[in-house]
């Protein structure tokens, strides 16, 4: 069965520029997580949905990020415009029934905003 | 709110020597606990969990048990090789539908 997939794996671009990382769950699972990670802060969950809906998005930094989740096999985490601060690897999961079912990982997008 | 502390790193290891990454927490009620761990490149993969008091989870040699009395989960694995130089994650889960990571303990075994 396929895993979670992201693209892109890498992303380099000028500061000011939009950005979209785009995440596939699993088929099945109803929840979606996005996590930054960074050497300074660690794991951090930026945003959870659930059956397409968003949840939580406490951990989101600030407006300049935004999360979407049209469909069941489809989410965005868009930054516009980026800064050099939000050079970190983004992770996407997801999982089935909530937490008590392990989420499932994604390789992960490495960005790099110059 | 629920917490995790875990073992600084890094923590360097000869092969075939003993390894125990400390993992405690903070929670109200009975979470689930888990260990994740992050190879170079990747996502982070479920390695074991725990879902209620003195279970134990094991998988690939790994093994943690679920201390309710000391609240701690500590990672153990008797025989490490280099194929196990990896992140470790420590994580819980209050029945909620988010986890609670700690900080990673960076494990380096070498030949």
């Known amino acids: 069965d396929a895993g979670v997939i992201q693209s892109p794996r890498h992303e380099v671009t000028e500061m000011g520029q939009e950005v979209t990382l785009r995440c596939k769950p699993i088929s099945g699972h109803d929840y979606l997580f996005w996590y930054r990670q960074t050497m300074m802060r660690g794991l951090e969950l930026l945003i959870y949905?659930?059956?397409?809906?968003?949840?939580?998005d406490s951990g989101m930094p600030e407006d300049r990020f935004s999360a979407k989740m049209p469909n069941a096999s489809f989410s965005t985490l868009k930054i516009q415009p980026s800064e050099p601060r939000d050079s970190a690897v983004y992770f996407c999961?997801?999982?089935?029934?909530?937490?008590?079912?392990?989420?499932?990982f994604g390789d992960g997008t490495r960005l790099s905003i110059l | 709110g629920d917490s995790v502390t875990q073992m600084e790193g890094p923590v360097t290891l000869s092969e075939e020597a003993c390894l125990t990454i400390?993992?405690?927490?903070?929670?109200?009620?009975?979470?689930?606990l888990f260990w994740y761990v992050q190879y170079p490149g990747e996502g982070l993969q479920l390695l074991l969990k725990?879902?209620?008091?003195?279970d134990k989870g094991s998988n690939k040699g790994f093994e943690a048990t679920y201390r309710k009395e000391t609240t701690s989960f500590h990672l153990e694995k008797g025989s490490v090789q280099v194929s196990d130089s990896a992140v470790y994650f420590c994580a819980l889960s209050d029945g909620g539908s988010r986890l609670t990571f700690g900080e990673g303990t960076q494990l380096t075994v070498n030949p």
């Open positions: 949905f659930n059956n397409n809906v968003p949840i939580d």
């Open positions: 725990a879902t209620k008091a003195d």
């Open positions: 400390n993992c405690t927490y903070t929670a109200t009620g009975y979470p689930s």
């Open positions: 999961a997801s999982s089935l029934a909530g937490v008590r079912g392990p989420q499932h």
